[in-house]
């Protein structure tokens, strides 16, 4: 099992850059997948970004080219860094680890607020 807490967030105007971090506690984090999403009141949760235990990373089409996920394994840590923020990227940011190939997502930070003001 492995622990996520993620921090980070904060309020910033547009335009503006902030790091999300989620660090993990537990056993071989370098055996997970660490995802982040996020949800936005009145909203789905969203699938934003993800790096995968085996390597390369996916994002959402509403953060391509300026978001970018990644790990430090030696530090059980995974971080969201965010460019270019716009309004619309307001929302709770919560970091998920599902492990080598399972297709869930199992565990689950408490969640970091980011609001994006115009």
């Known amino acids: 099992q492995v622990k996520l807490v993620g921090s980070g967030g904060g309020l910033v105007q547009a335009g503006d850059s902030l790091r999300l971090s989620c660090a993990a506690s537990g056993r071989s984090f370098s055996y997970y997948t660490m995802g982040w999403f996020r949800q936005a009141p009145g909203k789905e949760r969203e699938f934003v970004a993800e790096?995968?235990?085996?390597?390369?990373?996916m994002y959402g089409d509403s953060v391509k080219g300026r978001f970018t996920i990644y790990r430090d394994n030696a530090k059980k840590t995974a971080y969201l860094q965010m460019n270019s923020l716009k309004p619309e990227d307001t929302a709770v940011y919560y970091c998920?680890?599902?492990?080598?190939?399972?297709?869930?997502?199992?565990?689950w930070g408490q969640g970091t607020q980011v609001t994006v003001s115009s």
């Open positions: 998920a680890a599902r492990y080598m190939a399972s297709t869930n997502y199992d565990y």
């Open positions: 790096f995968r235990w085996s390597g390369g990373t």
